[in-house]
């Protein structure tokens, strides 16, 4: 394979006729091009727990085994919605019967399990904590791979809480301390499962060490686990190619062109870590990737590649590029086009099924008020309207409360139609614990060029666990 024959900025997004036999598979109608294809997604990551997806009562779950311990569906992956209907209101907003029915297709249950153990002084201070969100998979039909994948997560969970070191300088401190009973931050090592994909094919998990040990703020490493869903078995990279070499070598020099784009380039460290070995010996340690619902991504944790300011920096390539690169089609993606999209980056896409393409441009700009505060303002430009500012007040209004590190993507929501949705996915507080969380923001770009905001859900919609029932 001639890697220098390929272009890795622009994809071709069409129907592959092998998928097309297969039932329950939905091909792919359209053609995106990425004028400047990046789609990393920056991990917005903070010391302490993090809790992604849907929570599940824990007399529902299922156990290690893969065997549910009773006949509940929550937090089964879904994959298609079907039935929309549309009228648009003054503000920019949907109105009429929207209606988004799932139908579950994988016969797939994730639901998750916390464990934590906290070392108290005698008053009841705590000064280590240990804790660990993890999953537990039922396969329907296949116990024998829901039970090797569930024993897998049970070993790393495991190798987890065998780790003392942390909890030992812990102990250390608190006996050097004059006044053992004040403890302004306490120590702590956490692991948490964060689903990334999940379908017949392929059951992929992100992980997050996090540990506090002292000092301005924790440390954070990420790695992946890839299942084959069929066997249970341990997906490694040199088996998503027939041919491992070929693939590395094209993998690489497409995320070494994106790591020369302005939107890496001013996270990472040095420019001559693309060339100089650096980039490499990062992003193919071992378990340093993951399959998505998007692509093929990889990793580098704080202080790898870029500061620690710049965290979890993913290099995501898409499935329409890895077919080209030789990706084995038993690991393609799922039936709903998804894509991560980077602030500062064109995308070029039919959204509105009228046959011509659309190019959509998203970032945040800081001015400067009349007080002589700051004041972030964000852009939202699809062809030449930026409706951040130019759009219905509704959406103006929205668009303005979103964080400037909030996660942009192009999102399918309803296959069988000719449209491309676009998602904004903000974590938020509320009055109430249950309210806190991340929420997905649905857009649809209509034929009349206008943006029209379709209502939300509770979940990062590229969690394939979260689940669509009804816009919000």
Known sequence: MNIQSKNYITVQVTPDPKREKKPGIVKYRRRLVCALLLCAALGCTACGKNTTGSGTAEDALPDESGQPDDDSTAGTADLSVENTTENTEADGSAAGNDTYVNSVTSGID?????????????????????????????????????????????????????????????????????????????YSDGLTFQTVRADSSVISFRLLYETYSGGAHGNQTARGANYNARTGELIAFSDLSDDP???????????????????????????????????ESVLYADDAWYLSTTGLVFMSDPY???????????????????????????????????????????????????????????????????????ETIPCLIINDTDFAKE??????????????????????????????????????????EEDYGYYSYFYRYTEDRTLVYLGKVKGDINDPTVRVDGLM
Request: aromatic share 10%; charged share 25%; with cysteine.
């Open 110 to 186: 994730i639901q998750m399990r916390t464990e934590e153990d906290n070392k108290t002084t005698e008053n009841g201070t705590v000064y280590y904590s240990r804790w660990a969100e993890y999953p537990v998979v039922t396969m329907e039909g296949n116990p024998e791979a829901a039970g090797k994948i569930n024993a897998d997560i049970r070993a790393r969970v495991d190798a987890c809480k065998a780790n003392t070191e942390t909890e030992t300088w812990a102990e250390e401190l608190l006996q050097d301390m004059e006044d053992p009973d004040f403890i302004p931050l306490g």
């Open 245 to 279: 070499v070929a693939f590395r070598e094209d993998t690489l020099a497409y995320n070494q062109q994106l790591a020369q784009t302005e939107s890496y380039a001013m996270r990472m460290f040095s420019a001559d870590d693309v060339t100089n070995g650096s980039l």
């Open 304 to 374: 790898a590649l870029g500061p620690y300011a710049a965290g979890l920096i993913e290099f995501i390539i898409p499935y329409a590029d890895l077919a080209d690169m030789g990706l084995k089609e038993s690991y393609a993606g799922t039936d709903r086009f998804v894509l991560k999209m980077q602030p500062r980056s064109t995308y070029t896409a039919d959204l509105n099924g009228d046959g011509d393409d659309d190019t959509v441009l998203i970032y945040s700009e800081t001015a400067e008020k009349e007080d002589g505060t700051a």
């Open 391 to 432: 759009g219905a007040a509704g959406i103006q209004e929205q668009l303005r409360h979103f964080p400037d590190w909030a996660e942009t993507a192009l999102y399918d929501l309803q296959p069988e139609d000719a449209y491309i949705e676009l998602v904004y996915v903000s974590y938020e507080s509320g009055p109430t």
